[in-house]
DNA sequence: AATTTTGACAACCGCCGGATC
DNA sequence: TGATCCGGCGGTTGTCAAAAT
């Protein structure tokens, strides 16, 4: 019946790592192959958990982890990721070559929180009371997150699986008076508008008359937190972002060349795929179709070209996109 | 100068999903 | 098929140094 015992616990040392030690994990595993965390503490002479050993090495010893403070396009692709995916911190850490989920993790409960905490709510408490509400700024899809759709799904039983879905979701997350920002091009809904159940149908045919069509002619708009003004103009500077210079790192030491920014020559296949990469991370693909993930092309995750009707597509548009890496989905995960 | 408070970050804890037996 | 393990992940805690009193 399974495998042998994990670790002994008796004896282990805990607290902080000396010098020495560092030493042993280190010399060992640059002599030896990485195969299994468990059987290093042994071999290597530490009384340590296996998993504390693999903490420290990815978190601490790992010769490409990038030591310093955080730059402000780092902190500026934090603060985005984080608003997009949430607190889906390795994710995160996959889009910044050099720098660990702990560190990204300390970076923004310490810092980066606090900073935005006067001026930004979380998703569930945008529906207090926007002190600007006629000010959205830029479009995202900020709200839409795994988060979002989860509580959702839970308070209200509903179900993520259609574009109908999709509509009642996002009225539910934006339908708030004070924070009725939400329109579709070319039609300019007044609070009221918001506060009707039309409206849900309203979204639901655009989304559905979107199949099949550029999602440049589907935007809709959202509205956004409301970050400093200075960050967004950090984020809207292509090369603040990551570069395929600084691609991500993988598990060889490596950098690859995925990275790109969304919306650069590369095309808009690319940028489909990566919007099929984070649909698939946020659950939005809900119950698509088994076979039509299966077709999709040679890129991201599951290598393809996003089908024009699914969900985040539609939601955007490419002048909206962020400039983020898409490595988490093009090269596999990335060593923690 | 001594003490207290605050901030930063390394490390731990517990849970989960997939793999293995 | 079910029990167990392993690796990964996110939340939380503990420790230490710097700043404030």
Known sequence: MGRGPCCEKVGLKKRPWTPAEDMKLTDYIQKHRLENWHAIPKLAGLLRCGKSCRLRWINYLRPDIKRGNFTQEEEATIIKLQELMGNKWSKIASCLPGRTDNEIKNVWNTHLKKRLAPKESSPSSNKTKDPN?????????????????????????????SS??????MTEIFMEPDQCNMRIEGHEPSVDDCRESSSISS????????????????????????????????????SCFLTPEVGPVVEDGAHNNATSSIGDSKGEGETKGWLGCLEEEIDLWGTMDANAVKQLGPWGCHGGVVEEFDPVSLLLSKETLPTFCHESCASGPSMR
């Open 133 to 161: 509400p006629s000010s959205p700024s830029k479009s995202s899809i900020s709200y839409v997150n795994d988060d979002n759709i989860k509580n959702l799904e839970k308070n209200n039983s509903l179900k993520v699986e």
């Open 164 to 169: 109908r879905d999709l509509a009642n979701l």
């Open 203 to 238: 979204l639901e045919s655009h989304i559905t008359s979107c199949e099949g069509k550029n999602n440049q002619d589907c935007l809709i708009q959202v509205p956004e937190i409301p970050i400093d003004s200075e960050i967004w103009s950090m984020v809207d500077d292509d």
